[in-house]
């Protein structure tokens, strides 16, 4: 079992960083996929950067460059730098892991094992 707690949103202006940490307590096995999601309201969840289960990196074509995913091995953490944060940007973003997890499939939602709770991000024009 994985539990998976999320920190770091908040709100910040246009063109403002955030820096969103989601730390996994419990087993976790070394070929797990972890992966940031966000959903806005009214919106499907998408699939934002992931460290698949060969620890390749991931991320949505839309986000490249202004989003980097990190993670901390031996706290057990992954993290999200998020720069020049746009109005669009704002939504709940989550952490979710699946044990096993690789290549394209990491943006899909369906099917991930375990979920945080999520944490907000709201951007202000």
């Known amino acids: 079992q994985v539990q998976l707690v999320e920190s770091g949103g908040g709100s910040v202006q246009a063109g403002g960083s955030l820096r969103l940490s989601c730390a996994a307590f419990?087993?976790?096995?070394?070929?797990?996929?972890m992966t940031w999601f966000r959903q806005a309201p009214g919106k499907e969840r998408e699939g934002v950067a992931a460290?698949?289960?060969?620890?390749?990196?991931y991320y949505a074509d839309s986000l490249k460059g202004r989003f980097t995913i990190s993670k901390d091995n031996a706290k057990n953490t992954l993290y999200l730098q998020m720069n020049d944060l746009k109005p669009e940007d704002t939504a709940m973003y989550y952490c979710?892991?699946?044990?096993?997890?690789?290549?394209?499939?990491?943006?899909?939602?369906?099917?991930?094992?375990?979920w945080g709770q999520g944490t907000q991000v709201t951007v202000s024009s």
């Open positions: 979710a892991a699946d044990p096993g997890r690789r290549g394209r499939r990491w943006s899909v939602p369906l099917g991930y094992r375990y």
């Open positions: 419990g087993y976790t096995p070394r070929n797990l996929c």
């Open positions: 460290f698949d289960g060969d620890d390749s990196t």
